[in-house]
């Protein structure tokens, strides 16, 4: 891609991609028929939707099934599909599809995009990605069909079914069920286990990320065989799962008994890995509940996957690196590798960027709207993280709210390097160093 002579970079590729995308969601969703409303959706619901369904968050101003007609929806779900898969892996598909082959260029923008290793065999993957792409959802959406299809009818049951299979596994949040009542999320079916259940493995398997299902693959269960990366994926998203699981089941939910506790835990734990489905009252937990999902959000789920948000790898490296330093050690390490300097200092960087803007933006909106601040915050963390758990103040946010949520999701699910990256022009790194001094922290 060239802009005047100029040639772009793969993060300046990737970032426009995605705001193409977005401006292209919003004029879909302005066109009359997609809105159940009297002519078409207003513009700013349209742009806050159509930035939400492409971040793959689930922010919402108006609930999807009263607002948008079964073209909308339909709209919404590509926006979703084509978001959570990335913009340059669906264009790679198009181009397989084709017949045409990738140039050396556009096979590093591929794999900037999917945050690949290496450049050799991306081909390969991309095709591996979209094959088990279209796998994993249509066997969800068949999973999901045997719980709909009696309660809803036979066709509504079968859209139901594919729209929350996509939505899940691209980690979006986005549901259908606000024809039984407005922003309900799956409250309906909290206690349902084959929803419950397949909910969260889509949720999980598309959340773990790319790179870990090709190690999968071809190693199939020989731990010692993985990489680096996937063993600290896997550690990193199960100990996500299980700790807040745990505190709910512990601390929240003291209406239900104990047996009746495990599965909205599990889920809620679940879900902060970036989905945003819900199947309990979010409004009912303690302050510690929320600031544990606020937590959990900040996280995100793993690089090269569905998700967005400041990814488990990040959070990985900063124990480990924490650890090395409480042990005196020289460097961090895990599994028997050492984890280079340079990856410490991204990991310290995104946690900087993403603990800021939360925070600023978070206090902005407190102020602007005159709100509570922990409120506030948890609807930033859900924004930057990709997230879309909400404690129901999005859709009365005025516009400069709105617009603050809709850089946070766009930040969450580019990136924020990616971002920072886009905004420069192509440059070498530099060779040379400074001279070194010692400074004292702590």
């Known amino acids: 891609m060239r802009i005047r002579g100029t040639r772009l970079?793969?993060?300046q590729v990737i970032a426009a991609g995605f705001i193409l995308l977005i401006l292209a969601g919003t004029l879909l969703l302005m066109i009359p028929a997609a809105s159940r409303a009297d002519g078409s959706a207003p513009f700013r619901d349209c742009a806050f939707t159509a930035v939400s369904a492409v971040c793959v968050t689930g922010l919402v101003v108006v609930d999807t099934a009263r607002a948008w007609t079964p073209l909308g929806q339909a709209i919404i779900l590509l926006l979703i599909q084509t978001g959570g898969m990335g913009i340059v892996t669906t264009a790679a598909s198009f181009a397989f599809l084709s017949g045409k082959k990738l140039g050396l260029a556009q096979r590093g923008i591929l794999q900037e995009s999917i945050s690949a290793p290496q450049l050799g065999g991306i081909v390969q993957l991309t095709r591996f990605i979209i094959a088990a792409t279209a796998a994993i959802e249509l066997a969800g959406a068949l999973l999901l069909m045997i719980p709909f299809i009696p309660r809803f009818g036979v066709w509504k049951g079968i859209w139901l079914a594919v729209f929350h299979a996509v939505s899940a596994f691209c980690n979006a949040g986005?549901?259908?069920?606000?024809?039984?009542?407005?922003y309900s999320s799956l409250t309906?079916?909290?206690?349902?286990?084959?929803v419950n259940l397949t909910v969260m493995l889509l949720i999980t398997v598309g959340g773990i990320?790319?790179?870990?299902?090709?190690?999968?693959?071809?190693?199939k269960l020989s731990w010692k065989k993985y990489r680096l990366q996937t063993k600290v994926v896997l550690v990193t998203s199960g100990l996500l799962v299980l700790i807040p699981a745990l505190i709910f089941f512990?601390?929240?939910?003291?209406?239900?008994?104990?047996?009746?506790?495990?599965?909205p835990s599990l889920f809620q734990s679940v879900t902060l890995r970036t989905a945003g489905f819900n199947t309990v009252d979010l409004n009912a937990f303690s302050d510690s509940g929320k600031g544990v999902m606020i937590l959990g959000m900040l996280v995100g789920g793993s690089p090269g996957s569905t998700a967005g948000g400041m990814k488990?790898?990040?959070?990985?490296?900063?124990l480990l690196s924490a650890r090395a330093v409480i042990r005196r050690r020289p460097d961090a390490a895990s599994h028997g590798r050492r984890i280079e300097d340079g990856t410490v200092l991204h990991a310290s960087a995104l946690l900087m960027l993403y603990l800021l803007l939360f925070l600023f933006c978070g206090m902005a909106i407190s102020r602007i709207e005159s709100l509570p601040l922990s409120?506030?915050?948890?609807?930033?963390?859900s924004a930057i993280g990709t997230v879309g758990l909400s404690m129901g103040i999005t859709p009365g946010l005025g516009t400069a709210s709105r617009v603050l949520l809709m850089f946070l999701m766009f930040f969450g699910r580019v990136g924020g390097l990616t971002l920072l990256y886009a905004a420069q022009p192509a440059q070498k790194p530099g060779t040379g160093r400074l001279p070194a001094e010692k400074m004292i922290v702590g």
């Open 9 to 11: 970079t793969a993060f």
């Open 174 to 182: 986005f549901d259908l069920m606000g024809s039984e009542k407005a």
């Open 188 to 194: 309906a079916d909290a206690f349902s286990v084959p």
């Open 209 to 219: 990320g790319f790179l870990v299902w090709d190690d999968i693959r071809r190693n």
């Open 250 to 263: 512990l601390t929240e939910m003291p209406e239900l008994p104990p047996e009746k506790r495990i599965l």
């Open 312 to 318: 488990t790898t990040t959070l990985a490296v900063l």
């Open 375 to 381: 409120d506030c915050l948890f609807e930033t963390a």
